[in-house]
Every structure is written in C-alpha cells, then in structure tokens.
C-alpha cells in the first residue's frame, strides 16, 4: 500500500456539550484529512441553552473540517447523542450545518435500518428513504413522550428527585424526528451496522481496519432486548396510549363523586394519597429506565486500528450489548492492545463492564509512555443517584479512569473560546 493511502497521525477533538457525546476524528494522510464525526448531541448545557452549544460546536465542526465531513456515526437514538442533527426551519441550526458538511457515509445501528419490521431479527441492507423506526422502538418512544407530558401537567405529583429522573429519561428517549430524519437524508449512503459487519468506512479511510463489535443482531444475541415482553409491540404502545389518555376528564372514573382539591384532602387520607403517588411515580420510573436500557443496548460499538494503535468508541453500550462481544475468544487478543478508550455512557459504571476494563493491558497505576488513554464526555448531577450508586459519572470508575489510565474529562474544560479537549496521536 503506498504511503500516502495510511493516515500518519490522528487528531481527536472531544467537544464540551454538557450531558451529551461529540468527537470529531481528523486522519492525517499525506497532502489530505479525513474526518469522521461520532454522535452530537446534548440534554444539558452549563450555559442554559443546549441549542446554542451545539450550534457552536457545528461551527467549530465545520472550519475544522474545511466545510467537507467524510463520516458521520450515530451511535444511537438518545438525545444526548444526536440531538445535534435536529434541523429547523431558518436552516441555520447544528443540524442544518453538519448536513451542509455533505458527509459521504452515515454509519447507524442495524435497528435503524428503515426496511426493519417490528419482529425484525436482523438489518435487511442498506438502502431507502423511509422513516428509520421499528414500530416496537416507536411506541416505546412514545411512551417516553407520554411520561415527559406527564410530569409537566402533574409535577405536584412526583417527588423532587424522582421528577428529576422522569424528566431527563423521558427527554433523552423522544423520538428526536427531526434529527433521525436528517441523518437519513444527508448521505445517499447509509450502513446500518451489527457485530460483523462491514462497518461502512472502508473507503473513507484508506489503510484503517475498522471492526464493529455491537450491537449484536437478534440472531446473534438475544441480550440486548432484555426488556422486552411477550409481544414487544402491543405491550408498549398500548403503554403509551394509558399514559398518552391519563387525566381527562372524559377517563374520571365516578364522575358525579365529591372530590377535593390536594391541599384540603381529609387527614386520614393523605397517607394513602402520598403513597399512592409514590407508587405511580416508582412504576412510571421503572418502565421508562427500560425504555432507556434498550436504546443504550442497540449503541454501535466500533475499535478502529490505525498504524499501531487502537481506538474504542462505544456509545452508551450497556452490559446485555457487549456480553457478546467479550464471550468471544478472539475479543480477549483484539481489545488488550487498546490505546484510547472513549468511556461508555458518560461514565455509567454498566457501560464499562470489569471485563472489558481488565482486558486492556495499557493500563497503568504508574505514568508510562504507552499508558492507556481514557476520554469521558460527562455532566456531572444530571443522571442516576449518589446514595444509590447510580450517579453518572460513577465515583468508582472515575477513581479506576484516574489511577489506571490517562483520564481527560470534558467536565475540566473551563474555554468558553475552545470547549473542547484536543489530542494528537502518532500513528
């Protein structure tokens, strides 16, 4: 292969977006860049307005990249990973930029696949225009819509930190039309990829492996629809249509009984309506952190290998999505010697399974030359609870990123100029 068909070196660009995921890759070949972008998108900015963070970053995306994206991936659907490609009608928003970048592939998971039937198992190629949606994923986001709703009409009736949760997961799990649209609609080619598969740079980056490593297909692994019921689609949907219907007037059950207003409710009863309300709101929390689970599970997992070296991108891929990967042999080889690891979920303690940690042998509890690079995307106080060791991120494995490896947190950048954190890599 002739030395200018190997980049020389690589440039990472880890972007401040808040609770939310954007990495710009630049390969350096002789004479010419590649550049590959990986998820945009954000539920929470520290300066109040995601839009306008995001905005910036796509200005900064596209001078960095010379007005011209060769790639875009999409890990997948949550909002703090493609709200960014949200378009509008001035057509001067994050999204509209990165499309008019006119990037030459799009990678997505194999759920995307807008051919995919609501028992679809496996991605049916490449290809179309239609709506990239299952209609199981679709009612599950609708629920997730119907729950957003709900704690905006009845906020009195969720406790501080529960309506906390409900509001970030039913925000995160929207459907984000918009954005899915778009990135269906700014490259004529399109992969929807799964453990295996060609991953679709192959032509964008000459002299780069890139290997998919998840989600798996349901073929492959039934793991990542953990969540899922007897008959997914019907069991959702008619979810979404109870809490989509909940509280009109026309649902009331006695509609001639004597009711009260909350503040002037019996003594005796109050302990019953409370208990009540806390009972709704554990209910409604748990099916929609399935929902959240299952989004996380189809994340698309990709290790590129350039040169010498070995880059992890993982989306938010939870525990069910990498089982069956690192069931695999050959994984324990392929994943050991790697150089730069972009930490799953924000610094969710189950996007970083302890297996997979183990396996890389760059790290190090002391400095060393070739000492594993770790990058964390991360907001902290918008997700998960402290004192049930749920917070993101997780303590414990930002201790284990601090001591084991060169850890680089977008939360440490204080630039309102630059909200980023730039890396040059030697290939």
């Known amino acids: 292969m002739p030395a200018d068909a190997q980049p020389q070196s690589l440039a990472i660009r880890a972007y401040k977006v808040g609770f939310g995921d954007c990495t710009l890759l630049t390969f350096r070949y002789t004479g010419k860049n590649r550049h590959v972008l990986i998820d945009c998108g954000s539920t929470g900015s520290d300066d109040g307005s995601i839009s306008r963070t995001l905005k910036r970053v796509a200005e900064d995306i596209s001078e960095r990249c010379g007005g011209k994206l060769h790639a875009v991936v999409a890990t997948h659907r949550h909002k703090d990973h493609i709200g960014g490609f949200t378009t509008s009608r001035s057509k001067n928003s994050s999204g509209d930029l990165i499309a008019n970048l006119k990037p030459d592939v799009v990678i997505q ?14 991605p049916t190629g490449v290809s179309s225009g239609a709506r990239a949606f299952t209609a199981a994923l679709a009612s599950m986001q609708s629920l997730a819509a119907a729950a957003l709703k709900e ?19 039913g925000e995160d ?28 740079l192959e032509d964008v980056l000459p002299g780069v492996q ?27 949907h008619l979810q979404a249509l109870a809490h989509g219907h909940a509280g009109k007037a026309a649902d009331i059950l006695f509609p001639g009984a004597k ?28 099916i929609v952190r399935a929902l959240d689970t299952a989004m996380n599970n189809t994340s698309v997992i990709l290790l590129f290998e350039a040169g010498s070296k070995k880059l992890l991108f993982s989306g938010d ?37 302890k297996s997979l940690w183990k396996l890389f042998e760059k790290r190090s509890r002391s400095a060393a030359q070739d000492r594993l690079i770790t990058i964390l995307s991360t907001m902290a106080g918008k997700h998960g609870d402290a004192r049930r060791g749920t917070e993101v991120p997780r303590k414990k494995l ?28 030697e290939l």
Do not use: C
Not at 109 to 120: G, N, R, V, Y
Not at 263 to 284: C, I, N
């Open 210 to 236: 890139v290997r998919v490593l998840g989600p798996p297909t349901l073929e492959q692994s039934g793991e990542i629809r953990k969540h899922r019921s007897e008959d997914e689609q019907e069991y959702w």
């Open 173 to 200: 799990n929207i459907a984000n039309r918009s954005a899915v649209v778009n990135l269906m609609k700014m490259s004529r080619r399109r992969f929807y990829v799964h453990f295996g598969s060609v991953s679709g």
């Open 317 to 353: 891929a939870q525990i069910e999505n990498w089982s069956y990967a690192l069931n695999r042999p050959e994984m324990a080889e392929l994943l050991a010697g790697v150089d730069v690891y972009k930490v799953g979920h924000h610094g969710s303690l189950n996007a970083t399974p």
């Open 151 to 169: 704690t905006q009409r009845r906020p009195s009736a969720f406790g501080r930190n529960m309506l906390k949760q409900l509001r970030f997961l």
């Open 109 to 122: 998971p194999w759920t995307e696949d807008p051919k995919a039937q609501p028992d679809a198992v496996r």
């Open 398 to 425: 930002v201790d284990a990123l601090r001591s084991e490896s060169n850890m680089f947190s977008t939360q440490t950048i204080t630039s309102r100029t630059k909200p980023w954190l730039d890396f040059e890599i």
């Open 259 to 286: 009711t009260y207003a909350e503040r002037s409710l019996p003594p005796h009863t109050r302990w019953f309506v409370e208990r009540m309300k806390s009972v709704r709101g554990d209910q409604l929390l748990e």
